[in-house]
C-alpha cells in the first residue's frame, strides 16, 4: 500500500497569541480541509502533534472542526514530534487501519523543551544551545569549520525565509555582518545561530493509494524512517563528528525508497542551530565528513528554502510538519517565490535534543 | 502480517511514591525484559502512554532501560491512551516498520484527567461523576436499573480485585451493605460506583508473526478498532441510553474478527463507574439494550476478573495496558487465583471522557 501526502497548510509562525493551542490547531484544519478535495467523513484518522500539556487535545480539536475519526491521539516527542506524528499517519495507511490521515503540529511559543531538564549529565549546561556549541567546538578544531561558515548558513536561511510569508522572520533582513557580530551566546554560536521559539501551526493530509486518485499532485513517501539513540548528549555517541541517528535514520531511509544522496532536488533539514545544518549535510551523505562548509556553495539539493528553523522560528510540534509541507510544495510546483525549478525528490531531517532521535523523511513526485 | 501479545508485566498500583514517572516506566520495562524471550536489540519500537507533562518521555524511558528503537514517541488520549498506544504498535508491526514494540503505560496518581475543563457545556459539573451520573439516572428511569444492580457491579469487581496482588484494593474487601450504603457523590453514584485514581504502570509487548514463534503463548491480535466521537457529552449524543463511540468500536472489532459477542469468554471493561459496566455490556453486545443488570447473574463472558477500574485503581495511561495484560494473561492461563478455565477468546473495553472514544481489542489464542 503507496502512502501519498496530498493536502497542506501552514499558517503564520508568531509570538505568543491569546489563542489557545486548540483554536490554532483549528484552525490550519479547516483551512487544509477548504483547500483540499477530501470531505470530512473521509478523513478517518487524526494525530496532533504537540508539546502542549492540553489533556485529550486530538479529541478535543476533532470535535471543534468536526471530524469523528477512526482513529486520534495526540504524540509528543520533543523537537520530533511532527514527523513521528507523520510516521504514525503513514504506519496506520499502510497497514490499512485508516485511508486518511491528518496530521497537525501545533504549539504555543511558551511550550516547553527549551530546557532539557533530564540531561543531568550536562549540569546547569542545560539549555539545548549548550550541547550545539560542543558540536560546533568540535567541528572547527577537527574539520575547520569557521564562524563565517556558520554565518552564511544562517544567512541563507534566513534570505530564504525573506520569500516565505509565514516565516517570523518574513520582514526582518539581516546582513552578514550583522549575523557574524551578533551577541555571542556559547561560544562559537552567535544570536542568529540560534532558532527562535515560536507559536506555530501545520498540517498534512496522508492518504491511500486508492483515495490518491482524487488529488491532482499526490507526493509519495518513498522512504521513512526513526532512528532512537537516547535522550541525552553524554549517552549517544563517544565523539561529536557527527549524530548518529541521523546516519541510521538516512540510511535505511535511502534503502527503502532506493535512492542516493544525490538524488535529492531539494532538503529541508533540522538547523536549530546553524552547525547542525551542515553536519546535517555530511551525516545524511550529501558531502563527506568533515566537508559540509563547501556545501552551501552547490545548487543541489537545495536546503532550507522554507527559511529552516533559523529563518522561520521553531513551533516544535509544529516544525517537522511544516518542513514536510515545504517539500510537498516544492514537489507540486505550488512553493510560490521560493519555488526551486526540476524539483523531483526531496528529503526532509527532523531531530531532536542533541540529535538523540531523528527522523527522515523521503518524498516522490 | 498478523501480531501478536506474547509479554506482559504490570506492577503494583498504587498510592503516590517519590519515583518520577520515567522510573515507574523503566521498572516494569526491566521486569518485562526479565521475563520474556526477547533481546534488547530485537525490541525496535517502544511507544509510552502517559498523561504525565515530562517531555521526551519515551525516549527517557529509552536510554533509562537500554532501548535504541527504530521508532519511539508518547501518546496521550486521556482514559483511551493506552489502547490508542496498543493500537499504533499494531499498526507499526502490520505496516512492516517495526517487528517488536514495546507499549508502556504509566500515570502518576496526580496526573491530569479529573476534571474535563474543555467541557464547557456543563459549567461547574466538570468531574467526570456527573456525566456517569446523567447516564445512570437515565438507565433507571429507563431501564428500570437500580441502585443494588450498581452495587453488585462494584461487589463483584472489588471481590475480583481481591484476587489481584497488583490492584490498589487487594487488601480491602467491602461488603454489599458497606458499598450501597456509602456516601453519595452524585446521585445515584455513590462512593464505590467511582474508581480511584492511583499511580500504575503497565507493559505489553507486541511483535509480528515471524518473530511470534520463539514465545512459548502467543496471543493474537483478531480485531482492534477507536472511534472518536468528540470531546465533550454534549456533542456525543442526543440521547443516554448508550455510547455511540463503543458500538462503533465494537461493530468494527468483532466485523474484523469475524466473530460475535457470544463468541468472547472473558472481558475487560472500563468501569470507571459501575454503571458504565453495565451500559458496556449493551453496547459491546453481550446483552440487549436496557438488560446490562441482567448480566452480571450470567458465567460467560467473565468480566473484569482483575478487578477492573473500580477494584484496581485508575492510573490513566496504564489502564488500557493492564486491562489488555489481564486478557493476555488469561489466554495464556497465567492469571494464577484469578484464572478462569478454558479461556480462548477475550476482549478488552477502553474508553475516555464520556464515553467520547472507545477503543475494543479481540484477542485469541
Same mark, same amino acid.
Given at each position: 500500500?503507496?502512502?501519498?501526502?496530498?493536502?497542506? =497548510? +501552514?499558517?503564520?509562525?508568531?509570538?505568543?497569541?491569546?489563542?489557545?493551542?486548540?483554536?490554532?490547531?483549528?484552525?490550519?484544519?479547516?483551512?487544509?480541509?477548504?483547500?483540499?478535495?477530501?470531505?470530512?467523513?473521509?478523513?478517518?484518522?487524526?494525530?496532533?502533534?504537540?508539546?502542549?500539556?492540553?489533556?485529550?487535545?486530538?479529541?478535543?480539536?476533532?470535535?471543534?472542526?468536526?471530524?469523528?475519526?477512526?482513529?486520534? +491521539?495526540?504524540?509528543?516527542?520533543?523537537?520530533?514530534?511532527?514527523?513521528?506524528?507523520?510516521?504514525?499517519?503513514?504506519?496506520?495507511?499502510?497497514?490499512?487501519?485508516?485511508?486518511?490521515?491528518?496530521?497537525?503540529?501545533?504549539?504555543?511559543?511558551?511550550?516547553? /523543551?527549551?530546557?532539557?531538564?533530564?540531561?543531568?549529565?550536562?549540569?546547569?549546561?542545560?539549555?539545548?544551545?549548550?550541547?550545539?556549541?560542543?558540536?560546533?567546538?568540535?567541528?572547527?578544531?577537527?574539520?575547520?569549520?569557521?564562524?563565517? =561558515?556558520?554565518?552564511?548558513?544562517?544567512?541563507?536561511?534566513?534570505?530564504?525565509?525573506?520569500?516565505?510569508?509565514?516565516?517570523?522572520?518574513?520582514?526582518?533582513?539581516?546582513?552578514?555582518?550583522?549575523?557574524? #557580530?551578533?551577541?555571542?551566546?556559547?561560544?562559537?554560536?552567535?544570536?542568529?545561530?540560534?532558532?527562535?521559539?515560536?507559536?506555530?501551526?501545520?498540517?498534512?493530509?496522508?492518504?491511500?493509494?486508492?483515495?490518491?486518485?482524487?488529488?491532482?499532485?499526490?507526493?509519495?513517501?518513498?522512504?521513512?524512517?526513526?532512528?532512537?539513540?537516547?535522550?541525552?548528549?553524554?549517552?549517544?555517541?563517544?565523539?561529536?563528528?557527527?549524530?548518529?541517528?541521523?546516519?541510521?535514520?538516512?540510511?535505511?531511509?535511502?534503502?527503502? &525508497?532506493?535512492?542516493?544522496?544525490?538524488?535529492?532536488?531539494?532538503?529541508?533539514?533540522? =538547523?536549530?542551530?546553524?552547525?547542525?545544518?551542515?553536519?546535517?549535510?555530511?551525516?545524511? #551523505?550529501?558531502?563527506?565528513? #568533515?566537508?559540509?562548509?563547501?556545501?552551501?556553495?552547490?545548487?543541489?539539493?537545495?536546503?532550507?528554502?522554507?527559511?529552516?528553523?533559523?529563518?522561520?522560528?521553531?513551533?516544535? /510540534?509544529? +516544525?517537522?510538519?511544516?518542513?514536510?509541507?515545504?517539500?510537498?510544495?516544492?514537489?507540486?510546483?505550488?512553493?510560490?517565490?521560493?519555488?526551486?525549478?526540476? &524539483?523531483?525528490?526531496?528529503?526532509?531531517?527532523?531531530?531532536?535534543?542533541?540529535?538523540?532521535?531523528? +527522523?527522515?523523511?523521503?518524498?516522490?513526485?
Amino acid at each position: 500500500m503507496k502512502v501519498a501526502i496530498t493536502s497542506s =497548510d +501552514t499558517q503564520k509562525f508568531t509570538k505568543n497569541t491569546n489563542y489557545t493551542v486548540s483554536e490554532i490547531a483549528s484552525r490550519s484544519i479547516v483551512s487544509l480541509l477548504s483547500k483540499s478535495k477530501i470531505q470530512k467523513a473521509e478523513v478517518d484518522g487524526l494525530i496532533v502533534s504537540s508539546n502542549s500539556f492540553e489533556p485529550y487535545l486530538s479529541n478535543i480539536v476533532s470535535e471543534m472542526v468536526g471530524l469523528k475519526p477512526k482513529f486520534s +491521539t495526540k504524540v509528543e516527542n520533543l523537537c520530533n514530534s511532527g514527523t513521528s506524528g507523520i510516521l504514525l499517519a503513514y504506519s496506520l495507511i499502510r497497514s490499512g487501519i485508516c485511508k486518511a490521515v491528518l496530521v497537525t503540529g501545533v504549539e504555543k511559543q511558551d511550550s516547553p /523543551g527549551n530546557k532539557l531538564i533530564w540531561d543531568i549529565s550536562r549540569g546547569i549546561y542545560d539549555m539545548p544551545v549548550h550541547w550545539a556549541s560542543l558540536y560546533a567546538n568540535n567541528h572547527f578544531q577537527k574539520f575547520g569549520t569557521r564562524e563565517k =561558515d556558520l554565518a552564511l548558513i544562517s544567512l541563507k536561511n534566513h534570505r530564504n525565509a525573506n520569500k516565505n510569508p509565514n516565516a517570523i522572520f518574513f520582514d526582518k533582513t539581516f546582513t552578514f555582518s550583522q549575523i557574524i #557580530g551578533a551577541v555571542e551566546v556559547a561560544a562559537p554560536l552567535r544570536k542568529f545561530d540560534c532558532c527562535y521559539p515560536c507559536e506555530g501551526v501545520s498540517s498534512v493530509l496522508l492518504v491511500s493509494e486508492d483515495l490518491s486518485v482524487k488529488f491532482e499532485q499526490p507526493i509519495w513517501i518513498v522512504g521513512i524512517s526513526q532512528s532512537n539513540q537516547g535522550a541525552s548528549i553524554a549517552t549517544i555517541t563517544d565523539n561529536l563528528d557527527g549524530i548518529l541517528s541521523t546516519r541510521i535514520a538516512a540510511k535505511e531511509a535511502f534503502r527503502q &525508497a532506493d535512492l542516493v544522496p544525490s538524488d535529492i532536488d531539494i532538503a529541508e533539514l533540522h =538547523d536549530a542551530f546553524s552547525i547542525l545544518e551542515i553536519i546535517a549535510y555530511e551525516d545524511i #551523505g550529501f558531502v563527506s565528513k #568533515g566537508d559540509g562548509k563547501k556545501m552551501y556553495k552547490k545548487h543541489r539539493p537545495f536546503t532550507n528554502k522554507r527559511g529552516g528553523l533559523l529563518g522561520c522560528g521553531h513551533p516544535i /510540534g509544529a +516544525t517537522g510538519i511544516d518542513q514536510t509541507n515545504e517539500i510537498v510544495l516544492q514537489l507540486q510546483g505550488l512553493a510560490g517565490q521560493r519555488q526551486v525549478a526540476n &524539483a523531483n525528490i526531496g528529503l526532509v531531517h527532523n531531530m531532536a535534543a542533541a540529535g538523540t532521535s531523528t +527522523t527522515i523523511i523521503i518524498l516522490q513526485k
